[in-house]
């Protein structure tokens, strides 16, 4: 009992430590509290196969999954330094100390740290000792003898020592679970704004009707940015302060020169629709969306600063130090690759990249798309090396012709009679030629493809289907307008990129 009693004491040392340590975070850092430092940390330095396993089997939940083993983790480690103080109360502290200390290296070795970022981890170690050392007195006192309160009050298990320990935890954990929430409540609040921007000296072309009314359950042409897919490293959002942010060219550039947004959005803009894709993405998967995005051509930005020597690589770095590497060939071949400052008319969510991110068409995003952009350095491949090119990852990943099933869902029921199978595909920079389904094994039959927006941009496609009751089996594939046709082949060495054809089981009633 008396065990018991002090495991949940280490328990609860570590909740309250790290619901203050949270709270403190959402004002100070809100990356460095201590289970999301931690966390980062060990989303930096998981192996890439692990790393990539996690990602298929967790989906868009890896990052809750992580932070759930952390704390896991953590609590067990912390209920054994509870055990530990029984005789020796310096054990338990130092147990709980070193927890937090962790906390704190891991918060320190974040690339773009900075000394508030320690905050956390101090008010952690502060409140994780108190709470130790006081509920261990309650504790043990609630596990003396009961002699005397039995004599009080004849009820051994009444006695006030005891209550009061119960009284204690719970109300440490119900403070913790406040304070926590708190944090949560404000590190969570997505500012909801949008700076005025100013016009695109080269505008898009007003966007086609696609086929989002004709085809139901078909994705829109344009992807809601509400609904655009997210993939990054990071636990927190970057909230970055536009009035303050700014963007450095240096490296093998003839003038190194800083802008401010007002600058950068002052440069001549140019509009583009783009789909953008992820290599993790799986067949079928949602991580694929379709923009239209305002931006200064990247080639004008390197043009001012001047190429000095032989780079071959834009390495951008984020507000958080995190690196991505382009090839400077691509970037000059004469696409739009651009830093984009807004996204379907407005300007970028924090969740995309606030204030200036990177867009490469035709590159999946690991290489060419970085977010919450504050650098860009003109360098080589051989001296310089990007956080995926250190994971072993391609340097150099143009996006595989692939396609998708968007109607009818997978495993769904529908009805018989004539409806449309329908969905995207996308090829970009080579443009989607043709997009074929097959059902039941039959032949591929030809699909009829949505408005063609540009190179750079999925195409809708559907096939009217009549469909006869029993279970059915439909299958895509796309080829792009140089001939390469969607395979199972994975879109390079490493990381997966998987791009194989799609094939969903549907029942007709
Ligand atoms: N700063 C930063 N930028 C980043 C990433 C990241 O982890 N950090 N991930 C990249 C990856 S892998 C992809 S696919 C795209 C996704 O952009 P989105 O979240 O706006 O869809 O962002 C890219 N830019
Ligand atoms: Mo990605």
Redesign the pocket.
Known sequence: MTRLRLALTGVLAAVAGIAVGHLVAAFAAPSASPVLAIGSTVIDLTPTPLKEWAIAHFGTNDKLVLQGSVVVVTLALAAVAGILSRTRRWVGVALISALVVLAGLAAATRPAFRPVDLLPAVATLVVGVATLLGLRWRALAASRPVADTVQSTGRPDAGPSRRGFVLASVGVAVAAGLVATAGQVRIGAQRVRSLVLPRPASPAEALPTGLDRTVPGISPLQTPTAD???????LTVPQVDVDTWTLEVDGMVENPFTLTFAELSAMPLIERDIT?T???NEVGGG?V?AARWLGVRLTDVLGRAGLRGRPDQVLST?V?G?T?STPLSVVQDGRDAMIAIGMNGKSLTD???FPA?LITPGL???VG????LTKLTLTTYAQDQAYWTQRQWVTDAPIKTSARIDTPAPLSTIKAGRTAIGGVAWAQHRGVGKVEVQIDGGDWQQTRLGPDVNIDYWRQWYLPWDAKPGLHRIAVRAVDREGQVQSNERATPFPSGASGIQEVVVTVA
């Open positions: 655009f897919y997210r993939v990054d490293t990071n953008m992820c290599v993790s991580y969306g984020a958080d995190f991505i969740v995309h990249g991110r999946y995003g690991f798309a970085t977010k919450w």
